[in-house]
């Protein structure tokens, strides 16, 4: 499907031979405006993360594309520009889902990592997933874009040996300091460790206090990747 992820709804009625393949997210309203007609040839329901983070940054770019021209008023109403953000929220949301705790193995091991990051910085985060996946990590996550959940952070403690906290400006100072009080507790009270590790992510971020290990992503410099893969098997 030329790199683009979607959603069979179905084959075309006079035509069986080709399948309707739908680019948005469920329950969207105007669903016969984003779907193409394809042979069956065309389509595949092989695709993880990778194919998905992919999708995710091709994205990124065709709209930043459309975003550089033209009046506001002409490119938020192109069948285009709709279609490509349909497809945008559609795999950002598939992507969330791949980082659902649930789909991590039970049994806690330091190959299991969950990554807690704000939602302005996914896509910072979404290079450090991928980089992680290719070294054969399990990497969950969770983005905040919902309030804090105590059940999250018990099955995190039961499944995950490695913690990374993304910080940037956009980080809930407040929330921060809860999680990281609440994993540090739990250790204590159950006479484990986690390997925890601050990761910042621009410039104008510092580390709390309380943090002990902490590597500073803000360049661009490829061997910063290196030194946490360091600090994860140690």
């Given amino acids: 499907m030329s790199g683009r992820i979607g959603r069979y709804i179905g084959n075309k009625m006079a035509d069986n031979q080709k399948a309707m393949i739908y680019f948005g997210y469920e329950g969207e309203e105007l669903r016969y405006a984003n779907f193409a007609e394809l042979p069956h040839t065309s ?42 953000l349909s497809e945008y ?51 969950c996550g969770d983005s905040h874009e919902l309030p804090p959940s105590k059940s999250l952070l018990e099955s995190v403690t039961e499944r995950c040996g490695i913690i990374l906290f993304v910080l940037s400006r956009h980080t809930d100072r407040a929330r921060l ?7 540090k507790k739990y250790a204590e009270n159950n006479e484990t460790s986690f ?14 206090e309380y943090a002990m290990s902490v590597l500073d992503f803000s360049g661009k ?8 893969l360091y600090v994860l098997s140690i």
């Fill in 43 to 84: 389509v595949q329901n092989d695709f993880g993360r990778t194919e998905l983070l992919n999708r995710f940054y091709n994205l990124k770019r065709d709209l930043k594309k459309i975003d550089l021209r033209g009046h506001p008023t002409i490119r938020n109403h192109s069948a285009d520009h709709r279609s490509l």
């Fill in 89 to 139: 929220n559609m795999v950002r949301m598939l992507i969330n889902e791949s980082l659902d705790i649930k789909h991590v193995d039970r049994n806690r091991t330091e190959r299991n990592i969950f990554i807690s990051y704000a939602p302005n910085d996914a896509l910072f985060t979404y290079d450090l997933i991928s980089d992680l996946d290719d070294y054969k990590y399990n990497v």
């Fill in 195 to 208: 390997n925890i590790v601050f990761i910042l992510s621009d410039k104008q971020t510092a580390a709390p």
């Fill in 177 to 183: 300091k809860a999680d990281y009080t609440f994993l």
């Fill in 221 to 228: 410099d490829g061997k910063r990747f290196n030194e946490l």
